[in-house]
């Protein structure tokens, strides 16, 4: 792929998952301090201080589609960093954990509503042939996040009094925050919102000449303009049936994507790796970022060449067979390294399939008209089902006392669910142009 311009523009929005990465896993560090501080009980922690920024999650993704459409993706995605500096700024000045589940509420609203338009975006700048790979970058940078914060983390806790160490984890946020709100007013908007939404074609066609020189851009335009006519933008809602098939492989993919437990692992690695006996668990935890991070990448190379079907089989026993070792690890009492090394196998599998594959599967699938809406869609779906087994683990661990082991056994009996769904009905999108897979799709 030699369009520097293209790339330019890919890695830049994709640095709103960075911010996704990293915003998710700083509370890591903060969970038992915070908890001391204010004395929660398990049940507030939970609901208050470490789900609430999901529930803020939900509702960027639920309604991201709607300024996506309106706004388009370039303003979006400004506003969007916006928000993750004032959360971090405000979570890290708090007081009270009112006031810090607000702050955090309005982080989680920047997440949600990238997971909507950073894949969109990309999806709709990229050739069909490196279209995964670059979506994929989001994918990419969302780990990248979440290893720096584990990094971060370690090193903040090192230098500074725990009693103040989370508000330095916090607030760093906001310096990449803002570095990428400046970064993203550099950007185009979207040749097919451009042509879809405003009705500015010669600027669609301009924006599309640099993204694929030496491309027949009449065949290109004519393909976006047809999916218009095709589908019938104003004759079917989003719900009526026109699109069932895209919406449920989205839901269902969403669905299992939280149900392997992985917000569950990342959001609470710290306590789980002390749980096991390892007195230093904020540096036990780095590992699991770094394993994160180079399954990302296998998982990048792979998606375009080995499809994302295929990567999802190979990641669902992978959690299969990594969920069943960490219940194993706990339910006969072993410590220590061998259930980091577990933890940092059940990480890989997640990175080389669900991760590597759900942002840009479901910013595929959708027909150009309802991209954001289905885009919002899926992340919506995603979200809510990981602020609740967020929400309900802590004090579902709690219950469970010796045989927490339990848990990880049913987060790998939905694993088998997820592989039978992968082999019998999860289509092939790779290399497939959007408006292609908008006929194979759509009723």
């Excluded at 000449?209 to 009449?218: E, K, R, V």
């Excluded at 375009?304 to 969920?323: N, P």
């Excluded at 959007?434 to 799709?441: D, P, T, V």
Aim: overall charge positive.
């Amino acid at each position: 792929m030699k369009n520097s311009k293209l790339t330019y523009w890919a890695i830049t929005v994709a640095l709103a998952g960075f911010l996704f990465g990293f915003d998710t896993i700083v509370i890591s560090g903060a969970d038992q301090p915070i908890q001391k501080l204010w004395n929660t009980s398990p049940w507030f922690h939970s609901t208050f201080i470490m789900s609430m920024a999901l529930w803020g999650t939900v509702l960027g993704a639920l309604f991201g589609g709607i300024p996506c459409k309106h706004l388009g993706r370039k303003k979006t995605l400004f506003w969007i960093g916006v928000l993750y500096t004032v959360s971090a700024v405000g979570s890290a000045m708090a007081n009270d954990p009112y006031l810090f589940s607000f702050f955090r509420f309005i982080g989680g609203v920047g997440v949600g509503a990238s997971s909507v338009a950073a894949p969109i975006y990309i999806s709709e700048i990229a050739p069909a042939e490196n279209r995964g790979r670059l979506v994929a970058t989001y994918q990419f940078n969302i780990v990248f996040g979440i290893l720096i914060a584990f990094f971060s983390n370690y090193f903040i806790g090192q230098f500074f009094d725990q009693s103040i160490a989370w508000r330095w984890m916090l607030g760093i946020e906001a310096l990449p925050a803002i570095i990428y709100t400046i970064m993203v007013l550099g950007v185009p908007n979207s040749p097919r919102w451009l042509a879809i939404e405003k009705g500015d074609e010669s600027g669609a066609r301009a924006l599309l000449s640099q993204i694929n020189p030496g491309a027949n851009i009449d065949h290109l335009m004519e393909n976006i303009k047809s999916s218009i006519t095709k589908v019938g933008q104003k004759s079917a809602g989003f719900f009526s049936g026109k699109y069932s098939t895209p919406i449920k492989l989205a839901f269902v993919l969403a669905f299992f994507n939280q149900l392997s437990g992985i917000n569950f692992v990342l959001y609470y690695g710290p306590r789980i790796l002390a749980d096991a006996g390892i007195e230093n668990a904020l540096a036990a935890a780095m590992p699991v970022g770094v394993s994160n991070l180079i399954f990302t990448l296998i998982g990048m190379y792979l998606i375009d060449r080995v499809g994302r079907k295929t990567l999802m089989i190979y990641g669902s026993l992978g959690y299969i067979t990594t969920l069943l070792a960490v219940a194993y690890a706990f339910y006969s009492g072993a410590q220590g390294t061998l259930v980091v090394f577990f933890i940092c196998a059940f990480v890989a599998s997640h990175a080389i399939g669900q991760g590597a594959v759900i942002w840009v599967f479901i910013s595929e699938i959708f027909p150009n008209n309802v991209r954001d809406y289905g885009m919002s869609w899926g992340s919506g779906t995603h979200w809510v089902f990981a602020a609740i087994i967020t929400m309900i683990t802590l004090p579902i661990l709690t219950w469970l006392g010796d045989s927490n082991w339990m848990i990880y056994v049913f987060f790998a009996g939905m694993m088998v669910l997820q592989l039978f769904w992968v082999l019998f009905i999860m289509p092939e999108t790779k290399g497939v142009p959007l408006e292609e897979l908008q006929k194979k799709l759509t009723k």
